[in-house]
């Protein structure tokens, strides 16, 4: 039985998370502060260890200093936050914290972390994880060649498919394609949670630019579109596709029309496809091939909205935000050319669009517009799209995050394209 100490101060949170763990089948102890948190460390050299930063009397660094210093290093130390603060997050990883995780916790999330913590790492497993138990709890197999205990089950919404990539950040899903119901299940590549620093380039598109703890770098941009190599159906959105482990009510489904409709036009994609190389379909997809992959699921969806202009009306958003996605992959690769032609595609489709997500969603558009004016310098939508940005800054927000957005895309505005915040400015 495996033996986990929580070190924390609220009593209640303690107690609660006990009786998780014990229903999880762990041995539990705790601790209320941080002198206890070592000395209960020291003596009863747990298993796990999960742990409040900032516990009385012994600061996280201290502690995670001290257990190197009596050779305990090795135990995992999940430590949970009350702070997104990112570079003090980078700092307890670097010292040598397995993870760390914002309160107020998920359980589920806790418990995968865990049980991912239970497995070393190994290159060359491509083992599927089929150990899957509809009710949530723990489901054991061992893995034979190895004789490695294994306790890798994930919740029910992350399925149970997953295949363990080579690069550490990454998890494959396994899927089935709805368009062609090809047997053999395509991969779907996604980050596991907590692996990569990203950072908004100046079109709010999230660039991938660097890794946390031990984990490996990744650009997920150039895989997070699945493809299916069999009809080339192509997307973001992982519901479109069957993944294996998913409710089925948490799929997309297409009606068999669309099937068959799509089936007969795959003949269009041959010159796309004949653009990609080998490593399309493997985690190490090149930038020629991660726009390749865009483009595809740029025709998915093209193909769905003449299908059906009021059902598919929101897929001129996802498509908008497509070409900015590529235009940022294009620039990062230096192909120049691409690049202006994506960031120019982006432009025609943002002055067509009508459809848009949500509040939300239209402070990005203006935002994103305001950026893109700005690059072609043209005058006329600048000051649309500006005093767009304007208004929504001035305008009471419904909800904190509409206000947090705001101000972000304001100083964004400001920061890259010279926007002003003055009344003024944009009422004359
Ligand atoms: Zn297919």
């Not at 996280?60 to 130390?77: A, Y």
């Not at 899903?173 to 779907?188: G, S, V």
């Not at 598109?205 to 946390?212: G, M, R």
């Amino acid at each position: 039985m495996q033996k986990v100490l929580i070190a924390h101060p609220d009593k209640n949170f303690r107690y609660e998370l006990h009786k998780s763990l014990v229903a999880q089948k762990y041995l539990v102890i705790e601790a209320d502060n941080g002198g206890a948190m070592f000395t209960i460390t020291k003596l009863q050299q747990p298993n796990f260890i999960i742990a409040a930063d900032g516990m009385s009397s012994l600061s996280t660094e201290d502690f995670l200093r001290k257990l190197k210093d009596v050779n305990l290093s090795h135990i995992p130390i999940i430590v949970l936050t009350t702070r997104n603060n990112v570079p003090r997050n980078l700092l307890i990883l670097e010292m040598g914290a397995k993870e760390v995780l914002l309160e107020p916790i998920h359980e589920n999330e806790l418990f995968f972390h865990l049980r991912r913590l239970n497995q070393p790492f190994s290159l060359n497993s491509e083992k599927v994880d089929n150990a899957s138990n509809s009710n949530g709890s723990i489901a054991r197999e061992v893995e034979s060649r190895k004789s490695v205990m294994t306790t890798d089950t994930e919740n029910k919404s992350a399925g149970s498919s997953t295949v363990r990539a080579s690069n550490s950040s990454l998890l494959i899903r396994q899927a089935k394609c709805q368009f062609c119901k090809n047997e053999t299940p395509l991969k779907l590549f996604t980050l596991r949670t907590r692996t990569m620093v990203t950072e908004a380039d100046r079109f709010d598109i999230e660039c991938y630019v660097n890794s946390i703890g031990q984990n490996e770098f990744c650009d997920y941009n150039l895989l997070e579109v699945g493809v299916c190599p069999n009809c080339y159906y192509a997307s973001n959105d992982f519901k479109t596709f069957e993944v294996l482990g998913l409710r089925s009510e948490e799929t997309t489904a297409f009606s068999e029309f669309v099937f068959t409709a799509f089936k007969k036009r795959s003949d269009d994609l041959k010159p796309l496809i004949s653009k990609c190389g080998k490593t399309m379909f493997t985690e190490n997809r090149s930038p020629e091939d991660a726009l390749v992959a865009i483009d595809l699921a740029v025709y998915a969806l093209n193909f769905l909205f003449n299908y059906d202009r009021l059902k598919y009306g929101l897929t001129q958003n996802e498509i908008f935000q497509y070409a900015l996605k590529a235009a940022s992959i294009a620039d990062k690769a230096n192909f120049v050319d691409i690049r202006n032609q994506k960031y120019q595609e982006a432009f025609q489709l943002g002055l067509m669009q009508m459809a848009l997500k949500g509040e939300l969603g239209v402070r990005r558009h203006s935002y994103q517009m305001y950026a893109l004016s700005c690059l072609f310098r043209n005058k006329d939508n600048i000051r649309k799209y500006g005093k767009e940005l304007f208004d929504a800054l001035a305008k009471p927000s419904s909800t904190p995050q509409l206000r947090i957005k705001s101000r972000e895309y304001a100083d964004r505005a400001k920061k890259y394209f010279g926007w002003v915040e003055d009344e003024k400015h944009w009422s004359s």
